[in-house]
């Protein structure tokens, strides 16, 4: 099973219908970025720039930023790699005050930590496929003021002659409930968007991502959670843009072939949950799919649509 597994590093991401997806990884420490061919990501998804700065007592420059994220972009020269701009916030930063405001909101409050970074992945860009991701996003107005001073730094850096990627794609997480609900008005100024269940689970549920006794594998399955991500699923789609999904539930086996047949077009996950991935989206029809997640939609609880999607895996085997 293991040899049939490694075999697939190469294999496209199609299921038995012949619909594509792609399978992108989370990169959460640098030393991943030697294992991705051989984990066979398609790309990144969700590179988590936190790492960088976790040690209040180090300096990062912008040029340590630029060599970071160059290293990022040439371990996948043939593939886009998504970029999150640093997540500061109470989970993240060992030490943080735990009432701060968090992602977009917090660096638009440290323009000099925000305009740093941005411009060191500018630098960047020329490198690979770039795509910028701004995480925690909840108004339009606090995303189009980041896009705002992407833009500045972008002209600035031309201006004093360094060279900037044409083609760079600006996308948002969708992690808060307000993102959700106002999807379609984000959808018009996002290249892309990418689903944050780990948060987003918490906050639509009112819980604890870190010291919950709930479980967090089976609240995804919720049909909250599951209406959420339909709901921008769509969004996305309706002006033509790609939409991810990089939480933990996009390694949720009860959980996978509903984001499959929702239309999700491309999971992240951890290196590790690649190949099983793409061997299950091989196996499976996104058209028999359809009923199900029409029934799953229409459950009242996750424990009804762990039942039904088990039921549904164990007829197909
Ligand atoms: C998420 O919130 O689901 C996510 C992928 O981001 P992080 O886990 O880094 O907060
Ligand atoms: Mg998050």
């Known amino acids: 099973k293991q040899q049939e597994l490694g075999a697939l590093a190469t294999a496209t991401t199609v299921t038995a219908d012949g619909s594509r997806y792609q399978i992108a990884a989370n990169v959460t420490l640098p030393a991943e970025l030697k294992q991705l061919a051989q ?3 398609e790309g990144i998804g969700l590179y988590r720039s936190e790492y960088l700065f976790l040690d209040p007592a180090r300096p990062v420059t912008e040029e340590d930023q630029v060599a970071a ?56 860009s020329v490198y690979g496929q770039l795509a910028i991701m701004f995480p925690f996003v909840a108004t339009i107005d606090e995303f189009q003021r980041a896009l705002e001073i992407l833009d500045q730094e972008k002209r600035k850096l031309v201006a004093a002659g360094h060279p900037v990627a044409d083609q760079l794609e600006v996308g948002m997480m969708i992690e808060t409930p ?26 639509l549920f009112a819980t604890e991502r870190t010291t919950s006794p709930l479980n967090h594998h089976y609240s995804v399955l919720n049909p909250a959670v599951l209406r959420a991500i339909r709901q921008v699923i769509q969004a996305a789609h309706a002006e033509g843009k790609w939409i991810s999904l990089c939480g933990e539930m996009a390694t949720v086996k009860l959980a ?62």
């Open 39 to 41: 984990a066979g990501a």
């Open 69 to 124: 994220y160059k290293a990022a972009l040439l371990a996948m020269p043939k593939h886009r790699v998504v970029i999150r701009v640093q997540d500061l916030g109470a989970d993240k930063q060992p030490g943080a005050n735990l009432v701060t405001d968090r992602g977009i909101r917090r660096l638009l409050a440290e323009p000099v930590i925000l305009r740093t970074q941005l411009r060191a992945l500018l630098r960047a």
């Open 178 to 203: 307000a993102a959700v609900l106002m999807a379609d008005q984000f959808a018009k100024y996002a290249d892309f968007f990418s689903i944050g269940s780990n948060d987003l689970v918490q906050y």
């Open 256 to 317: 996978q072939p509903l984001l499959l047949a929702m239309g999700l077009d491309e999971f992240s996950v951890p290196l590790a949950a690649i190949l099983p991935l793409r061997q299950l989206i091989r196996s499976l029809s996104v058209r028999q799919l359809q009923p199900l997640v029409k029934k799953a939609l229409a459950l009242e609880n996750d424990d009804e649509v762990a039942e039904l999607v088990e039921a549904w895996l164990a007829k197909q085997a």
